[in-house]
C-alpha cells in the first residue's frame, strides 16, 4: 500500500490566489513527522514545511502552512497569495520513528503551475 | 552556513562501468541520506549514514553502496552501472537522528548510455 498519496499530478493556480496541495498518509507508527519540499526544475528539493504527529498546533512557515488533520491521516499543503516563483513540483514526505533515523519515504508529487 | 554540496553535479558513463559520487553536509550535520529520483519511480531512499555507520538501507541490490567519513563527508558507489541507473541522485543532510531538519543538495545527475 502507498504510504504518501498525492492525487493530484498537475494544478493550475492564478498568481494572488491560495492554493492547496493534497496529502494523505498511510502508517501504524503513532511517532511520525510529515514533510513537503518543492523541486523546481533545476532539481534541488527545498524544505518548505514539517509537521511532528504529537504537535498540537499546524505548522506555518511564511506563505506556507500545513493543514494537518491527524484522523483523516491528511497533510495538505496550503500556499498563500500564490507567486510565478512557486511553480515547481511538490512532494510530501513522511518519517516513521519507528524505522529510526531519517529515511523519508515520498509521495509522486504535485506539479504546481502559477498563471498570470 | 554552506549547504549541502554533491559532486559532481552531471555525469555520463556507459553500462558496465562504476562510478563514484559524493556528498558534503552542512557544517555540523552527522546524519546523510541518498536518494535515487527517476521519472519511473519518483523518489526512492538508498541508505542512511550517522557517524560512519549505515543506520538505515532502502531495496536496492548490492551494487549501490556508501560509506561516510569521520567529517561527516559521505560517499555513494554504483557498481555494474545499468541502463536504469540513469537518476538524479540526492543526498540530505540533517543534525542527528529524527530531527525536524533535512536538507537536500542540488544532486548529481547521472546518465548510463
Known amino acids: 500500500a502507498q504510504k504518501i498519496t498525492q492525487t493530484q499530478p498537475g494544478m493550475f493556480v492564478q498568481e494572488k490566489e491560495a492554493v492547496t496541495l493534497d496529502c494523505t498518509y498511510d502508517?501504524?507508527?503513532?511517532?511520525?513527522?510529515l514533510f513537503w519540499y518543492k523541486q523546481p526544475s533545476s532539481g534541488e528539493m527545498i524544505f518548505l514545511i514539517y509537521?511532528?504527529?504529537?504537535?498540537?498546533q499546524n505548522a506555518t512557515e511564511g506563505r506556507y502552512s500545513l493543514n494537518f488533520q491527524k484522523a483523516r491521516k491528511s497533510a495538505n499543503l496550503v500556499i498563500s497569495a500564490s507567486q510565478l516563483g512557486d511553480s515547481a513540483m511538490y512532494f510530501c514526505a513522511m518519517r516513521e520513528m519507528a524505522g529510526g533515523g531519517n529515511k523519508l519515504t515520498f509521495g509522486t508529487g504535485t506539479q504546481l503551475k502559477v498563471e498570470l | 552556513k554552506a549547504g549541502v554540496t554533491q559532486t559532481p553535479r552531471y555525469l555520463i558513463k556507459t553500462r558496465g562501468q562504476q562510478v563514484t559520487l559524493s556528498c558534503s553536509p552542512i557544517?555540523?550535520?552527522?546524519?546523510v541520506s541518498w536518494y535515487q529520483q527517476t521519472p519511473g519511480q519518483g523518489l526512492q531512499f538508498l541508505f542512511e549514514?550517522?557517524?560512519?555507520?549505515?543506520?538505515n538501507k532502502g531495496n536496492f541490490p548490492g551494487r549501490f553502496s556508501g560509506r561516510q567519513f569521520s567529517n561527516s563527508r559521505s560517499e555513494m558507489n554504483v557498481s555494474t552501472l545499468e541502463l536504469g541507473d540513469s537518476a538524479l541522485y540526492l543526498c540530505a543532510s540533517s543534525p542527528g537522528t529524527s530531527y525536524n531538519e533535512q536538507f537536500f543538495g542540488p544532486g548529481t545527475r547521472l546518465t548510463v548510455l
Open positions: 557544517s555540523g550535520h552527522r546524519s
Open positions: 502508517t501504524s507508527d503513532p511517532s511520525y513527522g
Open positions: 549514514y550517522f557517524s560512519e555507520t549505515q543506520r
Open positions: 509537521q511532528g504527529s504529537y504537535d498540537q
